[in-house]
């Protein structure tokens, strides 16, 4: 008899434990507006939430409102880690180049942080602050913005999806990779979110198929240079947006030879571009000239 009580007890110790272990989260919104055959998608993904703009500095709460009041775009944002463990927005490991203080990320306490101004890409200070993730996650949702959130090296990709969760804010949040590896683990830690994997030839793509991800979790980051329009028909026919990212050296191309590079670009097949330039984009792409 006591052997049975035992028994029973332990099923019902397991049955408590089952529901949690088999809770299934429902799948991002994104992983159906992301697709080329709806082609419904904002098609400038903004860099570091904008760069190079007077007096708004970038991975800035500030500027992303600034920049969204004008074009429809999707926002890539940088999140790091303070000392007390709070999520932040910043590129560098130190805020010496884009605050008026000094230091690294890890060594400072949030309110160390907010103790110093962001200057922005001309080397102005402005009265703004260092945001939490959490907030941007919050303005996010309430202006139905998508960010495409690049984890630094120092944060673990499972507390970010974390931050996201609990903000419930899973239809706006896309998950930047760069290797197979990194892939893997994101889907396996969030199997609802939408991935932005590193595609940029065959063998990239190929490697990713074999990692089993399923191609609904999957906008293609193509890389910083032209690749062959035979990639982009190939990731197409597998319904996976493409995304070409001209920060850099194609943004000063267009700046020097014009701006309507940016529409013969996404003409050969680029759903996305990723840019330094937002502005110069939407109004080279939106020409009907």
């Keep these: ?17 089952k529901p949690n272990s088999e809770k299934i989260t429902e799948k991002s919104k994104l992983l159906e507006v992301f697709r080329p055959s709806k082609g419904d998608f904002p098609n400038i993904s903004v860099h570091r939430g904008g760069k190079d703009i007077f007096n708004y500095p970038e991975n800035c709460l500030e500027t992303l409102q600034y920049v969204s009041d004008s074009i429809n775009a999707i926002y890539e944002i940088d999140v790091a880690q303070t000392k007390d463990g709070k999520l932040v ?5 130190s805020i010496n180049r884009t605050t008026t203080g000094s230091g690294l990320v890890r060594k400072l306490t949030y309110t160390e942080l907010f103790d110093y101004n962001l200057v922005d890409d001309f ?12 907030d941007v996650l919050k303005w996010s949702k309430a202006n139905d913005v998508v960010l495409t959130v690049d984890i630094k090296r120092s944060v673990a990709q499972k507390e970010v999806i974390e931050a996201i969760r609990r903000a419930k804010a899973q239809d ?14 994101a889907y396996k830690l969030a199997p609802e979110l939408l991935l932005s994997v590193s595609a940029r030839n065959n063998e990239e793509f190929d490697r990713l198929l074999k990692a089993n991800i399923p191609v609904e979790n999957m906008i293609a980051f193509t890389g910083t240079r032209l690749s062959p329009s035979a990639l982009y028909d190939r990731l197409h026919e597998n319904d996976i947006v493409c995304m070409l990212g001209t920060l ?24 996305i571009i990723a840019t330094d330039r937002p502005f110069e984009v939407h109004n080279a792409i939106n020409n009907n000239d």
Aim: proline share 1%; net charge positive.
């Design 89 to 93: 927005l910043m590129h560098d490991n």
């Design 172 to 185: 706006h949040c896309i998950l930047i990779t760069y290797d197979v590896e990194q892939a893997k683990s």
């Design 1 to 17: 008899m006591k052997r049975l009580v035992l028994y029973l007890v332990i099923a019902l110790i397991f049955a408590g434990c």
């Design 123 to 134: 080397g102005n200070e402005t009265k703004f602050k260092v945001p939490l993730f959490e």
């Design 248 to 271: 850099g050296n194609l943004d000063r191309q267009a700046k020097a030879r014009g701006d309507e590079l940016y529409k013969t670009w996404k003409a050969s097949g680029i759903d």
